[in-house]
């Protein structure tokens, strides 16, 4: 069994910055250069998106069109936690955020890869 907990979420205005954590618990995964973690998004009425992933060894990242430039995912590896770093927030980003873990190649990883889901997050930009 794999836990995964978001940390992080809140209320901000256009423009600022936020700080999403994520820890993943209950087992090793031992091969660090297959399968990492990701971000997923939901907003309301809407599909859940991929946002951005990296691997367990944190050599290869991956982000959407929308985020990139703009969002910064960071792994450590030891402690199988991820971070989201949000810069430049904007409306649209508003959405429930979600931390998964894939033990596939993240490169090609679809949403269905992940095996392991958090329970979300709320990120709310606003002014």
């Known amino acids: 069994q794999v836990h995964v907990v978001e940390s992080g979420g809140g209320l901000v205005r256009p423009g600022d910055s936020l700080r999403l954590s994520c820890a993943a618990s209950?087992?090793?995964?031992?091969?660090?250069?297959?399968?990492?973690m990701g971000w997923f998004r939901q907003a309301p009425g809407k599909e859940r998106e991929f946002v951005a992933a990296?691997?367990?060894?944190?050599?290869?990242?991956l982000y959407s069109n929308s985020v990139k430039g703009r969002f910064t995912i960071s792994g450590d590896v030891a402690k199988h936690m991820m971070f989201l770093q949000m810069n430049d927030l904007r409306p649209e980003d508003t959405a429930v955020y979600y931390c998964?873990?894939?033990?596939?190649?993240?490169?090609?990883?679809?949403?269905?890869?992940?095996?392991?889901w958090g329970q979300g997050i709320q990120v709310t930009v606003s002014s």
């Open positions: 998964a873990v894939t033990e596939d190649d993240v490169a090609i990883a679809t949403r269905s890869d992940y095996g392991y």
């Open positions: 209950g087992r090793t995964f031992s091969n660090p250069d297959m399968g990492g």
């Open positions: 990296i691997t367990w060894n944190g050599e290869y990242t």
